[in-house]
């Protein structure tokens, strides 16, 4: 609807009828996954419309005072991300973008503070590839600034899990302790709870849902692709473990049979598994940490969810 519309409406948490919290993005992956259409310089990315290819500059500037008109909670720095594996040229120049238009977006809120705007927290985002030098050099740029929180960027995007893992593990050490740490991008159920051990306060991802809507989803032995004909006479529900609506009323039979007449339903029906089931691994994880059995936890969950891949009823 375009940032003014939300506005006029009384920001997002009025627009959708949601009362929890909102963080927003500041288009960091847009920027790198609409690579035919941009071009990035010092002052920020020029960028050329999917719908009618006229050109825009989106500037540090710009994403804050967009995320601050949408009324979010929680906003993110304008980052560069790139993907990996990249030239060292290509790390260090993202890198330095990150840091300058970090910079130039916390001046712009502090600008819109006295303005009586800008009262959402703000976070940095570290960037630097798999290079550590590099991602420690990001944090130390960032450290200038007493950000609300520091998100972990530039990861899970090719490098590989156990990689992916190893620079939250060395980023988490260099961290605030009493800052929340945000992994962007990450929603697989092992890389939450690996990530958790490692440090890792906050996360989001598109994953679940985006597998739900294909028919696949994950449940607490593993994957479940409920598109499979196997499961055309299955009576039990997607996760027999599970206290979800989906779960509560549904089948496996009849949402597999949704799937293959294309209904809309399926989707939606599986997509309100995957949320709830991500919901429910955060929490458990959550008090897990809090009540001292974090170890005992991971240990346990990885046990169980790599039992066995749910590819057929048994």
């Given at each position: 609807?375009?940032?003014?519309?939300?506005?006029?409406?009384?920001?997002?948490?009025?627009?959708?009828?949601?009362n929890g919290s909102v963080l927003t993005d500041s288009g960091g992956f847009q920027v790198m996954s609409l690579a035919e259409l941009r071009k990035v310089s010092d002052?920020?990315?020029?960028?050329?419309?999917?719908?009618?290819?006229?050109?825009?500059?989106?500037?540090?500037?710009?994403?804050?005072?967009?995320?601050?008109?949408?009324?979010?909670?929680?906003?993110?720095?304008?980052?560069?991300?790139?993907?990996?594996?990249?030239?060292?040229?290509?790390?260090?120049?993202?890198?330095?973008?990150?840091?300058?238009?970090?910079?130039?977006?916390?001046?712009?809120?502090?600008?819109?503070?006295?303005?009586?705007?800008?009262?959402?927290?703000?976070?940095?985002?570290?960037?630097?590839?798999?290079?550590?030098?590099?991602?420690?050099?990001?944090?130390?740029?960032?450290?200038?600034?007493?950000?609300?929180?520091?998100?972990?960027?530039?990861?899970?995007?090719?490098?590989?899990?156990?990689?992916?893992?190893?620079?939250?593990?060395?980023?988490?050490?260099?961290?605030?302790?009493?800052?929340?740490?945000?992994?962007?991008?990450?929603?697989?159920?092992?890389?939450?709870?690996?990530?958790?051990?490692?440090?890792?306060?906050?996360?989001?991802?598109?994953?679940?849902?985006?597998?739900?809507?294909?028919?696949?989803?994950?449940?607490?032995?593993?994957?479940?692709?409920?598109?499979?004909?196997?499961?055309?006479?299955?009576?039990?529900?997607?996760?027999?473990?599970?206290?979800?609506?989906?779960?509560s009323r549904f089948s496996r039979a009849y949402i597999r049979h949704l799937f293959a007449a294309g209904e809309i339903l399926g989707m939606r029906l599986a997509s309100?598994?995957?949320?709830?089931?991500?919901?429910?691994?955060?929490?458990?994880?959550?008090?897990?940490?809090?009540?001292?059995?974090?170890?005992?936890?991971?240990?346990?969950?990885?046990?169980?969810?790599?039992?066995?891949?749910?590819?057929?009823?048994?």
């Amino acid at each position: 609807p375009g940032v003014e519309t939300v506005r006029r409406m009384g920001g997002l948490h009025r627009f959708m009828g949601w009362n929890g919290s909102v963080l927003t993005d500041s288009g960091g992956f847009q920027v790198m996954s609409l690579a035919e259409l941009r071009k990035v310089s010092d002052q920020g990315v020029e960028f050329r419309s999917h719908l009618d290819g006229s050109r825009h500059l989106l500037t540090p500037e710009d994403a804050i005072r967009i995320q601050d008109g949408l009324g979010t909670d929680i906003a993110m720095s304008f980052d560069e991300l790139i993907e990996s594996p990249a030239p060292i040229e290509a790390v260090r120049g993202a890198v330095d973008r990150t840091i300058a238009w970090a910079e130039r977006g916390w001046q712009e809120r502090e600008r819109l503070k006295g303005e009586g705007r800008g009262t959402m927290a703000l976070f940095g985002i570290v960037q630097g590839g798999v290079d550590d030098a590099e991602r420690a050099r990001c944090l130390e740029g960032l450290s200038r600034r007493p950000y609300d929180g520091l998100a972990l960027g530039g990861l899970w995007v090719g490098e590989g899990r156990s990689l992916g893992l190893d620079m939250v593990e060395r980023d988490c050490t260099r961290f605030p302790a009493e800052r929340p740490r945000y992994l962007m991008g990450v929603g697989h159920p092992v890389d939450l709870v690996e990530s958790v051990a490692r440090g890792v306060d906050m996360f989001d991802c598109v994953l679940p849902t985006r597998n739900a809507r294909r028919g696949t989803v994950f449940i607490s032995t593993g994957r479940l692709v409920v598109k499979n004909a196997a499961y055309a006479d299955d009576p039990r529900p997607l996760d027999p473990d599970c206290d979800c609506y989906t779960c509560s009323r549904f089948s496996r039979a009849y949402i597999r049979h949704l799937f293959a007449a294309g209904e809309i339903l399926g989707m939606r029906l599986a997509s309100v598994h995957a949320v709830h089931h991500m919901v429910r691994l955060a929490r458990a994880a959550r008090a897990a940490v809090q009540q001292g059995r974090y170890t005992a936890f991971l240990a346990a969950f990885l046990e169980r969810f790599r039992s066995r891949e749910t590819l057929a009823a048994s």
